[in-house]
């Protein structure tokens, strides 16, 4: 099985960048679709981003769309979250995941998935 290891969070103010990046071991990263997810303090952990495991197709949440972009480095054996414009809102903890779904594809619900990292903090101030 794959373990997932995300960092690159942190506390930024709004209209800054940050980019995650979660590196996975254990297996290649190539063998799974990926996802972002995020969980605010009280509130559910929601969907922000999927991408296919060839990298070919992504999709977003409508509220990060075209602000937030993923990519995977297979060789690098990484996914990667970058986040322009971040707004206070987008303040939770960010969690990447892998799903052993077999068809490619973005996968939207939590319980798609298998595998998550730990999570890592990101806070924006107004």
């Known amino acids: 099985q794959v373990q997932l290891v995300e960092s690159g969070g942190g506390l930024v103010q709004a209209g800054g960048s940050l980019r995650l990046s979660c590196a996975a071991s254990g297996r290649t990263l190539s063998s799974y679709n990926m996802g972002w997810f995020r969980q605010a303090p009280g509130k559910e952990r929601e969907f922000v981003a999927g991408i296919t495991w060839g990298g070919g197709s992504a999709d977003y949440a409508d509220s990060v769309k075209g602000r937030f972009t993923i990519s995977r480095d297979n060789a690098k054996n990484t996914l990667y979250l970058q986040m322009n414009s971040l707004k206070p809102e987008d303040t939770a903890v960010y969690y990447c995941?892998?799903?052993?779904?077999?068809?490619?594809?973005?996968?939207?619900?939590?319980?798609?998935?298998?595998?998550w990292g730990q999570g890592t903090q990101v806070t924006v101030s107004s």
């Open positions: 995941a892998a799903t052993r779904r077999l068809n490619s594809g973005v996968y939207y619900y939590t319980d798609d998935y298998q595998y």
